[in-house]
């Protein structure tokens, strides 16, 4: 498994910006996805987005579809969301994980606190 080290959290003002990354102490094989999901007090854990290695592909939940951006360095194994425009609602723990195309995510990272406040 991949060992994964999230940083970049903090409390941030509605509509101010921040940019998480996922550091990855493995190599991360071409056959790889990263995700981002979160998780707010009270609620079940959510897809935010994740990035297929090898192509740079990303896919998005709609709910923050078009104010963050999924990138990633392949040099440094290390992939970012970029968070714009963000609400109260988007307050959580925020964590990366890691997979094998078509496998279950097994590599989970252990999360950085995002607060929005109004």
């Known amino acids: 498994q991949v060992q994964l080290v999230e940083s970049g959290g903090g409390l941030v003002q509605a509509g101010g910006s921040l940019r998480l990354s996922c550091a990855a102490s493995g190599r991360i094989f071409s056959d790889y996805e990263m995700a981002w999901f979160r998780q707010a007090p009270g609620k079940e854990r959510e897809f935010v987005g994740r990035i297929v290695w090898s192509s740079g592909n990303t896919y998005y939940a709609d709910s923050i579809k078009g104010r963050f951006t999924i990138s990633r360095d392949n040099n440094k194994y290390t992939m970012y969301l970029q968070m714009n425009s963000l609400k109260p609602e988007d307050t959580a723990v925020y964590y990366c994980?890691?997979?094998?195309?078509?496998?279950?995510?097994?590599?989970w990272g252990q999360g950085t606190q995002v607060t929005v406040s109004s």
């Open positions: 994980a890691a997979r094998k195309v078509g496998a279950a995510f097994n590599s």
